[in-house]
């Protein structure tokens, strides 16, 4: 963890010792030292087992109560938390069941770990910010870089709407985007939510570091920076606050708190707002005490109408109303619901096995991303059937391109394989992701340009500098099928403007062997930087293949030496 970012955890540490005294154990209006040694009874009786489904049929009937935790669809099995009443019921229809002792062992060991309300953070999982450590920082980075980030209230937690409230949560979404450029609403915008599931501990520390990422790194990072200027990110990194007090105490809790659907029984109330949006509701569990309850109508829950409102205020629709009608190409906007676990890179639909009309587009955006996680990249509905996701709302409802990372190898995942490899790799997912947000249906199908260098970072006017990088149209994950790739075909570099804008100038970069017709190219240019005032400059670099798809770019600093008094650019000053 960087210097940068041990600070602001202080800053929380002091925050949070004052919020600890005043809310943890009202923060739900209910003592949390009693709900645990309940859930500690609640779950003696659990198991977690194989589930051996047989057919696919099966799989999709089961996967509408259930709670999934993996499917092994080569093996034919799934693991699954079983009540006692789910072992009855299934070994009652002949499915073959088997323990997993460890797994099992866990569920308790967990609760006595973690049931303290006394001890700050989440004890055995420090890697991991709770609630209110998350919203210090995102309230502290609003503070300190306010040309760059904004707090936005979107609406409330369920425990917050209740009559019994407010003892529930603001849900906020941190915008960030370079303020001083303004046409803010008419930049491509990538939505970044995580946590619509409580227990589900590295999504909301990815989005959250994510934020730190980009803010530490503007004007440090040459695509941070273009990518702030140009684009926007909102991120929802705490979706569901009320059921992660629940998760912070070693509970497995998926859901909201709702409790007033005729299920009031702790662990096993609240609503699956994974299955409450209101895109193709309704075929997820209506028992209120499963753990895939939908809720008694489409989008009844505060959290999941406070995520559908906002991200109609951020998107314009931009698919028609069939479900065969396909976005244009030209689509803008991207949303990725950040949830846990299995290591994998879904896209809708998840409501129906048949393609969505934008399958092929969303398959190569699932493609390049899982390349840097080496997640399986898959349609939702491989994994298994559900109605009413974040996901095939997003795509369903206005097109845009809507994923589901599904990140790590557990719900509670070990801080030491979040720090190693699920952060940094996710981290480089979301960077190429948030890239995509301008054109998600096009620019994929374009070569990355990678390994992009300059021959001098400093020099006078005048001084010509090389550039080289490679073009590659491959990269994509190999874990479910291969994407077609193409040679490139042709390069091009642009200087502070990207080529999309108006007032850029774009100029060739050659292939090295003199020839483009590899899909895999060395490329480079001298660069004559007469004419370049002084200061700090961005070049911009593209990539485009023989199906001529250009690619997003990749950004290098060029610095010019020179007189301050000399005109710079407003954007790199
Ligand atoms: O069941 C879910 O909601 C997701 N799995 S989780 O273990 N995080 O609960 C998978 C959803 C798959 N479907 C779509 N993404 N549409
Ligand atoms: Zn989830």
Same mark, same amino acid.
């Given at each position: 963890?960087?210097?940068?970012?041990?600070?602001?955890?202080?800053?929380?540490?002091?925050?949070?010792?004052?919020?600890?005294?005043?809310?943890?154990?009202?923060?739900?209006?209910?003592?949390?030292?009693?709900?645990?040694?309940?859930?500690?009874?609640?779950?003696?009786?659990?198991?977690?087992?194989?589930?051996? =489904?047989?057919?696919?049929?099966?799989?999709?009937?089961?996967? @509408?109560?259930?709670?999934?935790?993996?499917?092994?669809?080569?093996?034919?099995?799934?693991?699954?938390?079983?009540? $006692?009443?789910?072992?009855?019921?299934?070994?009652?229809?002949?499915?073959?069941?088997?323990?997993?002792?460890?797994?099992? &062992?866990?569920? /308790?060991?967990?609760?006595?770990?973690?049931?303290?309300?006394?001890?700050?953070?989440?004890?055995?999982?420090? +890697?991991?910010?709770? #609630?209110?450590?998350?919203?210090?920082?995102?309230?502290?980075? /609003?503070?300190?870089? !306010?040309?760059?980030?904004?707090?936005?209230?979107?609406?409330?937690?369920?425990?917050?709407?209740? !009559?019994?409230?407010?003892?529930?949560?603001?849900?906020? &979404?941190?915008?960030?985007?370079?303020?001083?450029?303004?046409?803010?609403?008419?930049?491509?915008?990538?939505?970044?939510?995580?946590?619509?599931?409580?227990?589900?501990?590295?999504?909301?520390?990815?989005?959250?570091?994510?934020?730190?990422?980009?803010?530490?790194?503007?004007?440090?990072?040459?695509?941070?920076?273009?990518?702030?200027?140009?684009?926007?990110?909102?991120?929802?990194?705490?979706?569901?606050?009320?059921?992660?007090?629940?998760?912070?105490?070693?509970?497995?809790?998926?859901?909201?708190?709702?409790?007033?659907?005729? +299920?009031?029984?702790?662990?096993?109330?609240?609503?699956?707002?994974?299955?409450?949006?209101? =895109?193709?509701?309704?075929? @997820? /569990?209506?028992?209120? +005490?499963?753990?895939?309850?939908?809720? $008694?109508?489409?989008?009844?829950?505060?959290?999941?109408?406070?995520?559908?409102?906002?991200?109609?205020?951020?998107?314009?629709?931009?698919?028609?109303?069939?479900?065969?009608?396909?976005? $244009?190409?030209?689509?803008?906007?991207?949303?990725?619901?950040?949830?846990?676990?299995?290591?994998?890179?879904?896209?809708?639909?998840?409501?129906?096995?048949?393609?969505?009309?934008?399958?092929?587009?969303?398959?190569?955006?699932?493609?390049?991303?899982?390349?840097?996680?080496?997640?399986?990249?898959?349609?939702?509905?491989?994994?298994?059937?559900?109605?009413?996701?974040?996901?095939?709302?997003?795509?369903?409802?206005?097109?845009?391109?809507?994923?589901?990372?599904?990140?790590?190898?557990?719900? =509670?995942?070990? +801080?030491?394989?979040?720090?190693?490899?699920?952060? !940094?790799?996710?981290?480089?997912?979301?960077?190429?992701?948030?890239?995509? @947000?301008?054109?998600?249906?096009?620019?994929?199908?374009? $070569?990355?340009?990678?390994?992009?260098?300059?021959?001098?970072?400093?020099?006078?006017?005048?001084?010509?500098?090389?550039?080289?990088?490679?073009?590659?149209?491959?990269?994509?994950?190999?874990?479910?099928?291969?994407? !077609?790739?193409?040679? #490139?075909?042709?390069?091009?570099? /642009?200087?502070?403007?990207?080529?999309?804008?108006?007032?850029?100038?774009?100029?060739?970069?050659?292939?090295?062997?003199?020839?483009?017709?590899?899909?895999?190219?060395?490329?480079?240019?001298?660069?004559?930087?007469?004419?370049?005032?002084?200061?700090?400059?961005?070049?911009?670099?593209?990539?485009?293949?023989?199906?001529?798809?250009?690619?997003?770019?990749?950004?290098? =600093?060029?610095?010019?030496?020179?007189?301050?008094?000399?005109?710079?650019?407003?954007?790199?000053?």
């Amino acid at each position: 963890m960087s210097t940068g970012t041990w600070k602001i955890r202080w800053f929380h540490g002091l925050l949070v010792l004052v919020l600890l005294a005043t809310s943890l154990t009202t923060a739900l209006g209910r003592d949390f030292s009693a709900a645990a040694s309940q859930e500690a009874q609640a779950y003696t009786d659990y198991v977690v087992a194989r589930v051996y =489904f047989g057919s696919r049929a099966n799989l999709d009937q089961l996967a @509408a109560f259930l709670d999934i935790w993996e499917v092994a669809h080569t093996e034919g099995y799934l693991v699954a938390l079983l009540s $006692p009443s789910n072992v009855a019921q299934l070994e009652q229809s002949g499915y073959q069941l088997e323990v997993d002792q460890t797994q099992t &062992a866990l569920l /308790s060991q967990h609760l006595e770990a973690l049931s303290d309300p006394t001890i700050e953070g989440i004890p055995g999982y420090t +890697c991991y910010r709770t #609630v209110e450590e998350t919203y210090a920082t995102l309230t502290s980075l /609003s503070l300190d870089y !306010p040309q760059l980030a904004e707090l936005i209230d979107i609406g409330d937690s369920w425990e917050k709407v209740t !009559p019994n409230g407010p003892l529930g949560y603001d849900i906020f &979404a941190l915008r960030l985007t370079n303020e001083e450029l303004g046409l803010i609403d008419e930049k491509p915008s990538f939505f970044l939510m995580a946590e619509i599931h409580a227990r589900e501990l590295v999504t909301t520390e990815t989005a959250t570091r994510f934020a730190e990422h980009l803010l530490v790194n503007y004007k440090i990072d040459a695509d941070v920076t273009w990518l702030l200027d140009h684009y926007s990110i909102y991120i929802v990194a705490m979706t569901n606050p009320d059921g992660r007090k629940f998760a912070e105490l070693g509970e497995l809790w998926r859901k909201n708190t709702n409790n007033t659907n005729e +299920c009031v029984d702790y662990p096993y109330y609240g609503t699956d707002l994974n299955r409450n949006h209101s =895109f193709h509701w309704g075929e @997820a /569990s209506i028992d209120p +005490c499963n753990t895939l309850y939908q809720g $008694p109508e489409p989008d009844s829950e505060p959290e999941t109408d406070s995520l559908q409102s906002f991200a109609l205020s951020l998107f314009t629709d931009q698919r028609g109303p069939l479900d065969t009608d396909a976005a $244009p190409f030209d689509t803008t906007g991207l949303l990725i619901s950040l949830h846990s676990y299995s290591q994998l890179v879904l896209w809708p639909w998840g409501w129906t096995d048949l393609d969505s009309p934008n399958h092929t587009q969303l398959q190569t955006l699932g493609r390049r991303m899982a390349y840097f996680t080496d997640y399986t990249p898959q349609q939702a509905n491989e994994l298994y059937m559900t109605t009413g996701t974040t996901d095939d709302w997003a795509y369903g409802e206005l097109g845009i391109a809507a994923y589901t990372y599904e990140m790590g190898t557990d719900f =509670f995942q070990d +801080c030491a394989s979040f720090e190693s490899t699920i952060y !940094p790799d996710n981290l480089q997912a979301l960077l190429y992701a948030f890239k995509t @947000a301008r054109l998600p249906y096009m620019d994929p199908a374009g $070569p990355r340009v990678i390994d992009l260098a300059i021959s001098q970072t400093l020099v006078d006017p005048g001084t010509p500098v090389t550039i080289s990088a490679v073009a590659d149209d491959d990269l994509y994950s190999e874990n479910n099928g291969r994407e !077609p790739t193409q040679a #490139v075909n042709a390069a091009r570099y /642009s200087i502070d403007i990207p080529s999309w804008l108006p007032g850029a100038v774009t100029h060739p970069l050659d292939a090295v062997d003199g020839n483009f017709n590899a899909d895999h190219e060395d490329i480079q240019a001298m660069i004559d930087t007469t004419g370049l005032t002084a200061g700090k400059h961005i070049l911009f670099v593209e990539a485009m293949d023989e199906g001529e798809n250009w690619g997003v770019p990749t950004a290098i =600093f060029l610095n010019i030496t020179g007189l301050t008094t000399t005109f710079i650019p407003l954007l790199y000053r």
